[in-house]
Nanobody, 123 residues
């Protein structure tokens, strides 16, 4: 499956932003989907995951209550709604697909990665 994230950009602290990820090919409906991010000078980190059947979502502690992941299987889209953004949310955001049910918080737990989209939050 090919993944393409969009929607990043420069924003101010406290603003909202919605990232989108378009998927093509593969069996999108059967894949769990997620988002990772890589802050400047830091390791890539897990942000959020949604199960294939919409029934389960997981978030990094740092974004709980502020970010929401969703998906539209008919359109093969995944979204990340980001509210009350903070400067520490800055980084390159990656859309990912097909996770291990156990290792989804780890980079090696995902089978598909798209090119990232930059999010910059200024104070």
């Amino acid at each position: 499956v090919q993944l393409q994230a969009s929607g990043g950009g420069p924003v101010q602290a406290g603003d909202s932003l919605r990232l989108s990820c378009a998927a093509s090919g593969g069996s999108f409906r059967s894949y769990s989907m997620g988002w990772f991010r890589q802050p400047p000078g830091k390791e890539r980190e897990f942000v959020a995951r949604i199960s294939s059947g919409h029934s389960s979502t997981s978030y990094a502690d740092s974004v709980k209550g502020r970010f929401a992941i969703s998906r539209d299987n008919a359109r093969q889209m995944v979204y990340l709604q980001m509210d009350n953004l903070k400067p520490e949310d800055s980084g390159v955001y990656y859309c990912v697909g097909q996770s291990s049910s156990v290792r989804f918080q780890h980079r090696d737990g995902w089978g598909y990665w798209g090119p990232g989209t930059q999010v910059t939050v200024s104070s």
